[in-house]
């Protein structure tokens, strides 16, 4: 029997990573991180039917947006695979494959080896629905994990919502958005987001936000890179990011019914999480986590918490300020905020 399929979606800097680390505290859930964002967008939902060695072939992909800055010395706290390790296959600023630098070692503290294990599966696999093959590869994780729930989250999935919701029918959805303008300034001090953002919107020339054309950008302007992480880019353009997201979630929202979707506030969340986390697990009905109940996980998760980050909008320029909210403020009201 396949697990029900639930998911964790937001944008970029809204609280995710944490909710999901906190949800990784229950013992019997598999969290994976991160795995369908880093696919190229043209193929991750490709309605055609996909070959295990085609889906192998792409899961081995770096993304170059990611390899660019981590080489430059860019902070990337998601990025946990173990460069310090002296049996680790890959040293920093390699191209590592994006579900190796995120979700694997968070499931394995072997990751190299987990991940050609994966890989091995995938590429025998037959020519089928890219549903099928996603939905084997997190019941296979978590089977072979001892876990009998899984949840993934990646950044910016609300911006697929209607995607995910296509591929996975029975899928339930929890949806944790923060404050818009906050997110936003977040983006842009965060490296990788600072950069993808600036080249999305036309800074580093006319070029397609595609692993291709970002590795091309790399090899033949890495200049321009340099020049990306080093400044600030008008917050407008964070905003504008941030609101489609929402926009677009929203729409894919109108579609679902109530009992398969839930909002949640980072700001509740991070100042009321024993509360917010024994509602999303109602809500997932998620398994007890050991013997103790589900209490046990939940008080471990709360401790996560460490309340509500110092507010930066406020402190805006009031020329800066105003073309952020403006940025914002479509999506925001959409939220109810």
């Known amino acids: 029997m396949s697990a029900p399929a639930r998911f964790v979606v937001g944008t970029g800097r809204c609280g995710s990573t944490l909710l999901s680390r906190m949800l990784a505290m229950n013992g019997r859930v598999l969290n994976v991180f991160e795995l369908f964002s880093g696919l190229e967008p043209d193929f991750r939902f490709e309605r055609r039917a996909v070959s ?9 992909l770096d993304h170059p947006m990611l390899t660019m800055v981590m080489k430059r010395g860019g902070e990337v706290p998601e990025v946990v695979y173990p460069f310090e390790n002296p049996a680790a296959r890959h040293a920093l600023g390699d191209a590592v494959p994006w579900a190796l630098a995120i979700a694997i070692p968070r499931i394995s503290d072997r990751p190299d080896a987990l ?38 989250r990646s950044g910016t999935s609300i911006d697929f919502l209607s995607d995910l919701a296509a591929f996975f029918p029975d899928a339930r959805f929890v949806h944790i958005h923060r404050d818009g ?5 977040s983006m842009r001090e965060y490296a990788v987001l600072r950069v993808a953002v600036a080249v999305m919107n036309g800074l580093a020339g006319d ?20 020049r990306l992480l080093e400044t600030r880019s008008p917050i407008e353009l964070y905003g504008r990011y941030w609101s489609d997201q929402i926009l677009n979630g929203a729409r894919a929202r109108t579609t679902l019914p109530d009992e398969r979707f839930l909002d949640v506030r980072f700001e509740t969340l991070v100042t009321e999480p024993a509360r917010v986390l024994t509602e ?12 103790t ?12 918490s460490r309340g509500l980050p110092t507010l930066r909008a406020p402190a805006l320029s009031g020329s800066e300020r105003e073309r952020l909210d403006q940025a914002c403020a ?5 939220l109810g905020r």
Do not use: C, K, N, S
């Not at 303008?181 to 300034?185: I, S, V």
């Not at 999303?280 to 013997?291: E, K, S, T, V």
């Open 280 to 291: 999303i697990a109602d809500f997932f009905d998620l398994p007890r986590d050991d013997g």
């Open 330 to 334: 479509e999506a925001m009201t959409t």
């Open 207 to 226: 070029i397609e936000y595609t692993h291709d054309e970002l590795v091309r950008l790399e090899r033949e302007d890495g200049a321009t890179i340099d």
């Open 181 to 185: 303008r906050e997110a936003a300034l």
């Open 293 to 304: 109940g589900r209490d046990a996980w939940i008080d471990r998760a709360a401790a996560l």
């Open 115 to 152: 991940f050609d294990e994966l890989i091995e599966r995938v590429e025998a696999a037959p020519t089928r629905p890219l549903a099928v093959h996603y939905r084997e590869i997190f019941d296979w994780l978590a089977e072979t994990h001892d876990r009998t729930a899984w949840i993934e």
């Open 52 to 60: 295990g060695a085609e889906l192998a072939a792409q899961l081995r």
